[in-house]
DNA sequence: TATTGTTATACTCTATAACTATA
DNA sequence: TATAGTTATAGAGTATAACAATA
């Protein structure tokens, strides 16, 4: 196993499932709607508590730059909130609001209801173990690569 | 298993290790290199045969609009060729060039070649297995969104 | 000096819209 | 009417560069 050309098949194979569900995924943005890495944050600070926008931004492996950008989409909608850090003034910390959290609650989000959905209905139990297992490789895979 | 909450959490997973590795693979590019589609398109014109520009459009899932774009800066490093078709005057019919084949032989891109690295010397065999066996279901996950 | 955050700008990839030529 | 291809324009997402404030 692993020779080579597998490895070499392997890695188009690959790039192409996840560039089609990227573009797949994009293409699911309704107006209105939060985008992919506004979805992303916004489940990061739920999960990871408040945090700063360059601990977000470490997290999420982009600049501090996009991530202020990403931020700044869900602070003008309330999803989250601001207050600065009395330990240091130069930090900002970013919390998820109510708003924020009863979005996250009730799924309101069309694509990410159609992702799982999706999912549910269209995967075998064990095609879904496969997929269980394999996205944290692709998540290391990226940080190898 | 795939109770509804389960599902989503894998929604969320997938979608963190497939953006990521898109960014990672996009921030690999370095200048005079294949871009992401580029890559693609070559690659598939080379398995498949000659082909149109909305043949591959179809066959990459994007318009035929992006895959202009994309096969007109493969046609300016002379990787592919055009010729119109003979039975069809609207049709143009694109095939790799002889540099296109050579590029594609010599593994000339760097970034393609870190890609098979990592998975080759940072996976365990069983891991690529599940990662082989993931991409497919990737590929069919998309179309079913 | 290093870090946090901001603003400005540009790039990649893809989409929609509108068009011409051919079928 | 429908399809192949083109050009123009716009949008999402991210990057680099340059800066001010604070550590």
Redesign the pocket.
């Known amino acids: 196993m692993s020779q080579p050309s597998n490895v070499e098949d392997l890695a188009a194979t690959l790039y192409g499932g996840v560039?089609l569900l990227?573009?797949r995924l994009?293409?699911l943005?309704t107006?209105g709607e939060l985008?992919?890495?506004?979805r992303a944050a916004l489940a990061r600070l739920n999960r990871g508590g408040p945090a700063?926008?360059?601990?977000l931004?470490r997290a999420?492996?982009?600049?501090?730059?996009?991530m202020?950008?990403?931020?700044?989409g869900l602070e003008e909608r309330g999803l989250v909130e601001?207050r600065p850090?009395p330990?240091?003034?130069?930090?900002?910390?970013?919390s998820v609001s109510e708003t924020g959290r009863e979005m996250l609650r009730h799924k309101r989000d069309a694509r990410s209801r159609q992702f799982a959905k999706a999912l549910g209905d269209d995967f075998t139990d064990a095609e879904l173990a496969t997929l269980r297992a394999a996205a944290p490789l692709l998540e290391r895979l990226a940080e190898k690569i």
Do not use: Y
């Open positions: 560039s990227t573009r994009r293409q943005q107006p985008s992919l890495p506004e700063s926008a360059a601990e931004a999420e492996q982009i600049t501090p730059q996009a202020g950008n990403t931020l700044a601001r850090d330990h240091d003034r130069r930090r900002i910390i970013m």
